[in-house]
């Protein structure tokens, strides 16, 4: 325990001008830190402890929605990687805590360390020039930020160090709730009873959740995945005498899947090989592969109708209907397929959980919630699954103009290689470009951006940038009507191979062209070289 504790003794202190800050100590945040330990970085992380959402964001019940395998850093597999369930959030919270030990990343870590501003050291038109930074390089001998810093009950009492990069990973998720706007009248305040979004409900422990849904006719607004496990831990609550059914109000359908089999093929095989991937858009492609996806969209509708009809021959998803309408591959492609907790439908078929659809909004009323037909559903509780505003916080701490270029025309944060935005000088964002194994991508950037301090490449001029990501932007947007939450699942092999290409590092990884062809891709096979 002593070694340990000296193992994970944090920085205390930080010079007046330093080279990189990273802002956030979550799974970005450590990648970050590992992959730029060369340049001895500041890691300002708010809260007490690591983790970032897995701390602080998830449910007694959460648990990943990946294997194991597909979710671990190249340079360190998972204990026991061939276990078949699911990591629990506390599972993974010790996985990121050795992988902090493993590469002595405690020492660049500040806890309790909120970043509450930015400002910007570089002149007026060093975000609007031809090459990104004025000069194209990111480390310029010289202080480009300077970042306020709040660490303790004082929030007066701010710090302000200079840094010549910093790197933005505060996430899309936690800290900022989505909340639903409503008419004069028709709000939460009409309400008798008691509203809470998922982000309270994240800080109740077990017995206190029990205590709170036990007994109460509970709404959840919403149906991903923080809504769904709020919803069965609602069922669970609510089992036995005095018991009351939870309702999930439901505006938009998504499609849910029970495992990673579809009628006994591995999932992989339709979206994560390389000749899967080969038929679908991927950004800036030429006329050939435009001719080729074209081609294709027969089969690609077919591999969808395929996984479509197994999925509604195991679930119950029209008898309680939620069979969404859109094709499944459009859900896949904009990161929004959930796999289902064990036991969900189970309650729903003994009516502990119901479905209530209301595409057209809904409202408050005195005894409940109102929906677009007019029908009203009695509640004592109403739980707001509705997300998280992740471009909100950055917003909050990026000063002007930079605040006001965050997303472009189409609501996306415009990220050349899922990184650097081109109008904002010496800075980087990552974690906010979503694929199947949100740390496989959060990894290989964080190398990227190591590659691209150490000078071992150079960025295009900014508009190349611009095109670049513009070419994305449609990409996805032929893929999905879901495109602005930009997920790049159905090209991430092809988007690994770009800052492969980048790096100067192999883009081929496998060990033969079969294997090459029809195995997945993970996280093992980018171990640095």
Request: aromatic share 12%; with cysteine.
């Amino acid at each position: 325990m002593a070694m340990q504790q000296q193992e994970r003794c944090t920085r205390e202190a930080v010079p007046a001008v330093s080279r990189v800050a990273i802002i956030g100590g979550g799974i970005s945040g450590l990648a970050a830190a590992k992959q730029l330990a060369a340049h001895d970085p500041v890691v300002f992380e708010a809260t007490p402890s690591i983790g970032g959402v897995w701390k602080h964001c998830v449910y007694r019940s959460t648990r990943l929605q990946t294997p194991r395998p597909d979710y671990e850093f190249s340079d360190m597999a998972w204990r026991n990687r061939d276990d078949p369930t699911f990591p629990t959030h506390q599972e993974i919270i010790d996985y990121l805590e050795s992988y902090a030990d493993k590469f002595d990343l405690w020492r660049y870590i500040m806890l309790g360390a909120k970043v509450v501003g930015v400002k910007f050291l570089g002149g007026a038109s060093a975000g609007f020039t031809e090459l990104w930074s004025g000069t194209g390089e990111p480390l310029q001998g010289k202080p480009m930020w300077e970042v306020g810093v709040s660490s303790g009950d004082d929030s007066d009492d701010v710090q302000w160090y200079k840094f010549e990069f910093v790197v933005m990973c505060t996430g899309k998720y936690g800290d900022v709730p989505r909340m639903p706007v409503f008419p004069p009248g028709k709000g939460p305040e009409v309400f008798k009873g008691q509203v809470m979004h998922s982000l309270d409900y994240c800080k109740l422990n077990g017995q206190e959740t029990v205590e709170l849904m036990r007994g109460k006719k509970v709404v959840v607004v919403g149906y991903k995945k923080s809504a769904i496990d709020l919803a069965l831990e609602c069922a669970e609550a609510n089992q036995g005498e005095g018991g009351q059914p939870c309702t999930m109000l439901v505006r938009t359908l998504h499609w849910v899947v029970p495992s990673y089999s579809i009628w006994g093929l591995p999932f992989f095989l339709f979206y994560s090989t390389r000749f899967s991937q080969l038929f679908y858009e991927r950004p800036n492609q030429g006329l050939f592969r435009s001719l080729l996806c074209r081609l294709m969209t027969p089969l690609k509708a077919g591999v969808s109708k395929f996984i479509e009809s197994y999925l509604s021959w195991k679930l119950p998803l029209s008898k309680y209907g939620l069979r969404p309408e859109h094709p499944f591959v459009e859900d896949y492609a904009s990161c929004q397929m959930a796999i289902l907790p064990d036991g969900f439908f189970e309650m729903a078929d003994r009516d502990m959980i119901r479905f209530r659809r209301s595409a057209g909004g809904w409202c408050f009323s005195e005894n409940g919630v109102v929906l677009d037909d007019g029908t009203e559903v009695e509640a004592d509780l109403v739980f707001l699954a509705t997300g998280f505003e992740g471009k909100d916080k950055l917003r909050s701490v990026l000063p002007e103009p930079f605040r006001g270029l965050i997303i472009n025309k189409s609501s996306m944060m415009p990220l050349y290689r899922g990184t650097i935005h081109p109008l904002i000088p010496n800075m980087a964002f990552v974690g906010y470009v979503e694929s199947v194994s949100n740390l496989h991508t959060s990894e290989l950037r964080c190398r990227w951006l190591a590659g691209l301090l150490g000078g071992r490449f150079a960025l295009p001029g900014v508009e190349e940038m611009v095109r670049h990501v513009d070419g994305e932007t449609e990409a996805m947007r032929r893929t999905t009507r879901f495109y602005r939450r930009h997920c790049i699942s159905t090209y991430s092999i092809h988007d690994s191979d770009a800052m492969c290409a980048d790096l100067g590092s192999r883009v081929h990884r496998k060990s033969n062209w079969l294997a090459e062809l029809f195995a997945p891709y993970n996280n093992q096979d980018y171990k640095e070289e």
